[in-house]
């Protein structure tokens, strides 16, 4: 669907270079303690005007508490959160000038989408033209102009969740938050609303922060993906810094596939490290992190960095196919080392491809400038 | 159940046939005024031998009958309507806020609805007596709201169980203050559960005898305590008609109360 330039909201006209760096939103040190659980565990955490953050992890990280904390619908243990430059730490939520969109929509079912749309606008007492003015253009910008007069129940769930999104721009607050909004939606639609959320970010340039357990679509939307893990932050960065260069092995198997192969530090190779595993030992580039040899460690290789074919310059290992399944564009094999451990290989489809059968003995090889050295997994 | 009965569509019939003959028993001696009240005027008599609106001619014509009457739809009127102003906020209070002491305030609300209402009656003349509320209308509706209170709060808390937080999280999001969410977005959505705690508590008031007959002498003396008393001295047929003009009333409100139900469960 197409996005028509945004008029409706009196933005802070084309914000200056200078205002993009603005910090919206700042948690220092902020814990959240249920009882005995720590929901939350000293976070601090920057999101800047204008970015499209997401918060991602498994369930039970920490995610809807973060952004209920920031709503203001709880209060932090400890810490503090500062929104558009004052302490908001206990600041009512109707005094945060927020957004939000939860993933039952949250629509009044008593008003029309007409009047859904109206209320925000309502409690901050605008004129009444304006606020069919406003109502209007933002209906037309999500297209769904032509369902004003209906009830939310009346409508699909793709719908509803456009109108409460369109319910949240129409009053252009500073922050919009999102807890997983289209986690109700089925997969053809939530990809169709995963784009249109991110050009009505691109168009009307409101600070989002989007709460998702969905790889996938973090790695679409965002410019920053902060990962959670256990009510800390595991990693933050853009979507292919998490993805080139996680820093745990969580943030390497929590986003992307990933083969972790787990070793000793020894000398050698050309960065002058290497990792001596249960299946070889292999060359290693330089590690983000102090090693030295004799500690452990664990070596990344994603899928799609390795080949069968091998090469010049290609570190490998020998194993059997077990598997071999076709994924449409990519065909994933499933190899077997002499260790019983399995690396997963992931190559193009292509029409002159060798057929790999089950038992074949093959070599799967990666370029060691792909792999990835990581400190070793401590519990958390 | 279905072990003594088995689930046979013989032993549910049965069961439903006993179940509607309990109903006409426990019905059939309000029925009977129904015919009596068209009869004979001179003598309660069944059956009537002639069909006459003479009863209800007397009742409507006696002010002693049509006043108590329009004292007790008075009282029911204010009753209803102060309980509502008291209960519904009250009820809101207590499902939604976090304060310290909610389940000794919810007992003390539904207080009146354990105490035996004799020792109400007895209780509230004795204070009242110091007050000079006794047999003022004032009186009779402040006890009134005691008795009808649990029923609102009842209904409206349960109706609030069952309704969205997650829409009075998100106006509060989109700056709207506690009362405007209040009028706004969870009195909308209570509609039904009020009006059946209001016909309910309309309905109590309306048929309450024991601390009216405590409360009320010549003054502020209400239809079911006027019937009461008329019972013991006098005994007319007219009784026959006022009886059933109740049971019209209290059937029409029963019947709002099922259709009210009926429709949320249609739409909750
Ligand atoms: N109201 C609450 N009372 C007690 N524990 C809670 C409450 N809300 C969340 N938690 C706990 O805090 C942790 C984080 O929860 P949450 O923020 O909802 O995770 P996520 O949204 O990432 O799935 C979980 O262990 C959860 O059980
Ligand atoms: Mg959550």
Known sequence: MTVTPMTVTPAPASAPVAEGDRAMVELQGVTKRYGEVDALKRVDLTIRKGEFVTLLGPSGSGKSTLLNLIAGMITPSSGRIVIDGRDATTLPTNQRGLGMVFQNYALMPHMTVFENIAFPLQVRHLPKDEIKRKVEQVLDLIQLGHVAGRRPRELSGGQQQRISLARCIVYNPALILMDEPLGALDKNLREQMQLEIKRLHADLGITMLYVTHDQDEALTMSDRIVLMNGGKIEQQGKPDELYFKPATVFSAEFIGSSNLIPGIVEAGGVSGLSLRTAIGTFPVPAADFAVSTGDKAMLLVRPENMTLTGGPGVTSVSGRIDDSILLGGVVRHFVRCKDQSTIIVQELNQPDRPIAKRGDEVRAGWPPAHARLLPPSVPH | ?268
């Open chain 2, 1 to 268: 159940m279905n072990a003594l009965f088995g689930s046979s569509r013989l032993s549910r019939n049965l069961i439903a046939t006993a179940a509607w003959l309990c109903y006409v028993f426990l019905l059939l001696p309000s029925l009977i005024v129904i015919p009596i009240s068209f009869g004979n005027p001179g003598q309660i008599e069944f059956p009537p031998r002639q069909f006459t609106l003479a009863l209800y001619q007397q009742f409507f014509t006696d002010q002693a009958w049509w006043g108590s009457m329009v004292q007790s739809l008075l009282v029911a009127t204010v009753t209803t309507m102060l309980t509502l102003v008291l209960a519904v906020p009250a009820a809101y209070a207590l499902v939604r806020s976090q304060l310290p002491r909610r389940n000794l305030l919810r007992g003390l609300f539904m207080m009146p609805m354990l105490v035996p209402v004799i020792v109400l009656g007895l209780g509230l003349y004795l204070q009242f007596s110091n007050w000079g509320l006794l047999d003022t209308t004032t009186g009779l509706v402040l006890s009134h709201i005691m008795l009808t209170t649990p029923f609102i709060m009842v209904s409206v808390m349960s109706g609030l169980h069952h309704s969205d937080v997650s829409l009075e999280t998100v106006a509060s999001i989109m700056g709207a203050s506690r009362p405007v969410i209040f009028f706004r977005v969870v009195l909308p959505q209570l509609k039904a559960s009020i009006a059946v705690g209001a016909l309910f508590a309309f309905l109590m008031s309306l048929d309450e005898v024991v601390v009216a007959y405590f409360l009320t002498g010549t003054k502020a003396m209400t239809l079911p305590v006027k019937m009461y008393s008329s019972i013991r001295w006098e005994l007319t047929p007219v009784l026959a008609a006022v009886s059933t003009l109740l049971t019209l009333l209290s059937l029409l409100i029963a019947l709002g109360i099922i259709a009210l139900q009926r429709k949320t469960e249609a739409n909750p």
